[in-house]
């Protein structure tokens, strides 16, 4: 079966420091990956997504980045952190592009 | 036209009760409509999903109704459980895009 894996599950970061979030997916193969952020209390907003290895489509324009090293592997970095970059990180994944599952998420908190 | 809007935003149902959620879609293009399930602190969890081609899908308690005309979908859940009290979030899937817009979320509590 297929699992997904965030890590590290907490983060307190001060202003300007770099991030470094990781997302990997088990028992699949060429999945599409997702970045999601989920203000408190909100809904979620897509930010990144990888149709495959090196493939990354940004939805919104803000000071993070996303990159796919391998298959199953993806990363939202930040070279230096704002207020406004605290949330819920979800990662998801799917298969031909419909139905997404969520990973367990990261709560950042920027200080 | 990427806009999905939910309601309502709290609701508060009896157990044995119908929990009724309501989302409301623009964008002729989506055409996968799936619910999800969140209890604070964790993911999402996919709940069920329905294509425009069908007007209900039911599995279990948990049913879709879609109404391709009124750009209308919405979550009934049946007998209603403390178990249940959870946020819950529709959204869609413009497949040509690969993205999934969501609802604002309805925090649903079920009272014992």
């Known amino acids: 079966s297929q699992t997904i894996h965030q890590w590290p599950a907490t983060l307190v970061q001060p202003v300007g420091s770099p991030l470094s979030l990781e997302c990997t997916v088990e028992?699949?193969?060429?999945?599409?990956l997702y970045w999601y952020r989920q203000a408190a209390g909100r809904g979620l907003q897509l930010l990144f997504y990888?149709?495959?290895?090196?493939?990354i489509s940004s939805e919104v324009p803000q000071n993070l980045s996303a990159s796919r090293p391998q298959d199953r592997q993806f990363i939202l970095s930040s070279k230096k952190l704002l207020l406004s970059d605290s949330g819920f990180y979800l990662c998801?994944?799917?298969?031909?592009?419909?139905?997404?599952?969520f990973g367990p998420g990261t709560r950042l908190l920027v200080l | 036209q990427q806009q999905v809007k939910q309601s309502p935003q709290s609701l508060i149902v009896q157990k044995g009760g119908i929990s009724i959620i309501n989302c409301a879609y623009e964008?002729?293009?989506?055409?996968?409509f799936p619910w999800y399930q969140q209890f604070p602190g964790k993911g999402p969890a996919l709940l069920i999903a329905?294509?425009?081609?069908?007007s209900e899908k039911k599995e279990g308690r948990f049913t879709i109704s879609f109404n391709k005309s009124a750009k209308q979908f919405s979550l009934h859940i049946m007998d209603s459980q403390p178990g249940d009290s959870a946020t819950y979030f529709c959204?869609?899937?413009?497949?040509?895009?690969?993205?999934?817009?969501f609802g604002s979320g309805t925090r649903l509590q079920v009272q014992p």
């Open positions: 998801a994944w799917s298969v031909q592009g419909l139905a997404q599952y």
């Open positions: 329905i294509r425009p081609d069908v």
């Open positions: 964008n002729t293009a989506f055409d996968y």
């Open positions: 959204a869609s899937l413009d497949t040509g895009r690969r993205a999934l817009t």
């Open positions: 028992g699949t193969s060429n999945p599409n």
């Open positions: 990888s149709v495959g290895i090196g493939q």
